[in-house]
């Protein structure tokens, strides 16, 4: 199964400051007849189901804010919250779809600073 | 609007069996892979299993195969989780979920419903 490590555990940034979240894979989910790499990251907040942000590694999905990017290709994939909102604060997951079982990473919490 | 209704969850004794159903709406259900995600309290996300759109292909984690079975019914637009020999590490809410369209290619998951808990203990 393919492992995947976010770090760090727990975030807290100020408000309108960047923030970075890392994904690293135990393999490559790159594949290679498309190049397209596998992997999507979620967002969730208490009590909420999580929600698609981006996929395809830096895809933003329909009506995410564009302060949401995502970036990174193989093994190592960044998300970054370039103005840190309020309302931003969750945890955050990376997931990778490249083969069964689709694994998440451990998960990000981010709060406020 | 794309909606995800599962129901079905509860308290169960270990050993025993419960069958989760989600009733799918606001999409054509038969061109979606069908998927479901489970959160054991306080803890992270982990898949569970999913289903091709004709039901001809199924994708279980390790830890439930042989014990879990994805099933879907086209005419009646809903999936469902048979869970068998429970055990108290499958507590958890259980979310269904719909992956996105992405042709002959896996994609993730796009909708997910408000989840249904599961308990087993005795």
């Known amino acids: 199964d393919i492992v995947l490590a976010q770090s760090p555990d727990s975030l807290a940034v100020s408000l309108g400051e960047r923030a970075t979240i890392n994904c690293k894979s135990s393999q490559s989910v790159l594949y290679s007849s498309n190049n397209k790499n596998y992997l999507a990251w979620y967002q969730q907040k208490p009590g909420q189901p999580p929600k698609l942000l981006i996929y395809?590694?830096?895809t933003r999905e329909s009506g995410v804010p564009d302060r949401f990017s995502g970036s990174g290709s193989g093994t190592d994939f960044t998300l970054t919250i370039s103005s840190l909102q309020a309302e931003d604060v969750a945890v955050y997951y990376c997931q990778q779809y490249y083969g069964t079982p689709y694994t998440f990473g451990q998960g990000t919490k981010l709060e406020i600073k | 609007e794309v909606q995800l209704v599962e129901s079905g969850g509860g308290l169960v004794q270990p050993g025993g069996s419960l069958r989760l159903s989600c009733a799918a709406s606001?999409?054509?259900?038969?061109?979606?892979?069908m998927s479901w995600v489970r959160q054991a309290p306080g803890k992270g996300l982990e898949w569970v299993a999913n289903?091709?759109?004709?039901?001809?292909?199924?994708y279980y984690v390790d830890s439930v195969k042989g014990r879990f079975t994805i099933s879907r019914d086209n005419a009646k637009d809903a999936v469902y989780l048979q869970m068998d020999s429970l055990r108290a590490e499958d507590t958890a809410v259980y979310y269904c979920?719909?992956?996105?369209?992405?042709?002959?290619?896996?994609?993730?998951?796009?909708?997910w419903g408000q989840g249904t808990l599961v308990t087993a203990s005795s």
């Open positions: 289903i091709k759109q004709d039901g001809s292909e199924k």
């Open positions: 979920a719909r992956e996105g369209y992405c042709g002959s290619s896996s994609c993730p998951v796009q909708h």
């Open positions: 606001g999409f054509t259900f038969s061109a979606y892979w």
């Open positions: 395809w590694a830096s």
